[in-house]
């Protein structure tokens, strides 16, 4: 054997040499067997962080929110807190009427039933009188004396030319002719103000007003004497929403104020027509008529609802009512802002089914979604089960 191959040998069986090369193999091979197995999960730890921050919002483009239905808003300053009165709708002055009998008689028949709806002069009910009768013989009889006699009159004219009538003999006839004339017109008019009746006191009660039958307060056959009540006419453009307030709520009310009105599940736009004192009352509450501005009126005996604003200590805001979601049971708005949609917890008032009072939880400087927000709170349900699995 080679003599330095031998030496080497021995060399290395010695302890002293041994050792160290035992520790400098097992540190290289425990290097090598870190190299192959996979490191430290880093990565997954820096994903989760990621997801945990975009938990609770949305990643919205102006585009996507146009075509899911979505559209921006700013919140608008609530002037106060809105107190509700009650009232009802009644018929203006003007609006509703009776026909009334003119003449005592007795209804031929009806030509009209309640819930009919009637013109100014339509007939309402037929009638027949004995005074009508007398009225219109009296009509027809100062008629014509009324002819008769100013026909003698004119005849009179060229005789007293040609000196065979004396001027004082005309003047008396021209006097009866005239007197005639202005008893014709009498009676004709009372003939006219009862109905024009015919020769047999057959006469038409009218609607003074046009309108609709609200009641018919006789039938046929029945007897009535002057003034008694044919029928009700009530004309429903007519009518208005009338409430009684106190004289401190009605201090925030003036002309043409505008008004929210509820009756019913209809929510009404009204302007204030009027706000006066009740003297029936010693001046104790306050009447304020109003009209509605933008729907047609309710039926008259309608109960509702109108919101009077007064002025709030605390600013607050108002948001469409379909700005406002319950998410986890929690009631929020969503705010958006460079990209991102965020629903933000509030405290909501009074609501209609147009507005929502925001007590807290808004400042009025955010941009906010309103529309199809439905579609936002899916979306976020839909993330927290994905979350939670």
Aim: aromatic share 2%.
């Amino acid at each position: 054997m080679n003599p330095s191959l031998h030496r080497i040998k021995d060399r290395l069986r010695q302890p002293q040499v041994l050792l160290p090369l035992a520790l400098g193999g097992s540190l290289l091979l425990g290097i090598a067997l870190g190299r192959l197995q996979p490191g430290p999960a880093t990565v997954p730890v820096a994903k989760e962080s990621a997801s945990t921050t975009r938990s609770g919002s949305l990643a919205f483009s102006e585009e996507q929110l146009r075509r899911s239905g979505l559209s921006t808003i700013r919140p608008d300053l609530s002037t106060g807190t809105a107190r509700p009165i009650s009232g009802f709708v009644d018929a203006a002055v003007g609006a509703r009427s009776s026909a009334s009998m003119q003449v005592a008689g007795r209804i031929v028949r009806l030509l009209v039933a309640p819930g009919a709806a009637v013109q100014a002069g339509e007939p309402i009910a037929e009638v027949q009188s004995p005074d009508a009768a007398v009225v219109r013989a009296d009509a027809d009889t100062a008629q014509a004396t009324a002819q008769s006699l100013g026909y003698q009159y004119r005849l009179a004219l060229p005789m007293a030319q040609q000196g065979a009538l004396s001027a004082q003999e005309l003047e008396s006839r021209r006097i009866a002719s005239v007197t005639a004339a202005n008893a014709a017109r009498a009676a004709a008019a009372k003939a006219m103000a009862m109905g024009q009746p015919d020769a047999m006191g057959r006469l038409l009660i009218r609607s003074p007003i046009r309108g609709q039958i609200a009641a018919v307060k006789t039938s046929p056959g029945s007897v009535l004497q002057t003034g008694d009540e044919v029928a009700q006419i009530s004309d429903a453009r007519g009518s208005e929403l009338r409430f009684l307030v106190s004289p401190v709520l009605a201090a925030n009310l003036e002309i043409g104020q505008r008004l929210r009105v509820r009756a019913g599940s209809r929510d009404l736009r009204a302007r204030v027509l009027a706000v006066v004192p009740d003297s029936g009352s010693g001046n104790r509450v306050t009447v304020v008529r109003a009209e509605t501005v933008d729907a047609p009126m309710p039926p008259a005996g309608t109960a509702v609802t109108a919101f009077v604003q007064v002025p709030a200590s605390a600013q607050r805001f108002t948001v469409p009512a379909d700005a406002v979601q319950l998410v986890n049971g929690m009631a929020v708005v969503f705010r958006y802002q460079r990209g991102v949609v965020e629903p933000v917890p509030v405290v909501v008032g009074q609501q209609s089914a147009e507005r929502v009072e925001i007590l807290q939880g808004v400042r009025g400087s955010e941009i906010l979604l309103s529309g199809n927000t439905a579609k936002l709170r899916d979306a976020l349900a839909g993330e927290r089960r994905l979350s939670e699995n």
